[in-house]
């Protein structure tokens, strides 16, 4: 399987972007989906993660209120809403997948076996 991570960009803090991440493959709803980040210096970090059928959604504490995860299980895509954005929030973003999680591995990064390319978030003062 694929991933291509997407919409990535400049923006000023309080400002919004929408990630996406398309993964190729027609199981797409058997994966397990999740985005990372990794800012300059710091280690990767969890963001969000969602089940195989969308209905539940995880989120990191720094995130949550602020970062809207979904999957559209007919275009084998997902997304990363992020709304009210913060300086510290800039990172590459990672998404990633995997089929065998447990809901008590989602938000490790080294229980996914496929990974994106990263897009660049950065958000200005």
């Known amino acids: 399987v694929q991933l291509q991570a997407s919409g990535g960009g400049l923006v000023q803090a309080g400002g919004s972007l929408r990630l996406s991440c398309a993964v190729s493959?027609?199981?797409?709803?058997?994966?397990?989906l999740g985005w990372f980040r990794q800012a300059p210096g710091k280690e990767r970090e969890f963001v969000a993660a969602i089940n195989r059928s969308g209905g539940n959604t995880y989120y990191a504490d720094s995130v949550k209120g602020r970062f809207t995860m979904s999957r559209d299980n007919a275009k084998n895509t997902a997304y990363l809403q992020m709304s009210n954005l913060k300086p510290e929030d800039t990172a590459v973003y990672y998404c990633?997948?995997?089929?065998?999680?447990?809901?008590?591995?989602?938000?490790?990064?080294?229980?996914?076996?496929?990974w994106g390319q990263g897009t660049l978030v950065t958000v200005s003062q």
């Open positions: 493959g027609r199981t797409f709803s058997s994966y397990v």
């Open positions: 990633a997948a995997d089929r065998s999680l447990i809901l008590s591995e989602f938000r490790t990064g080294h229980s996914y076996d496929h």
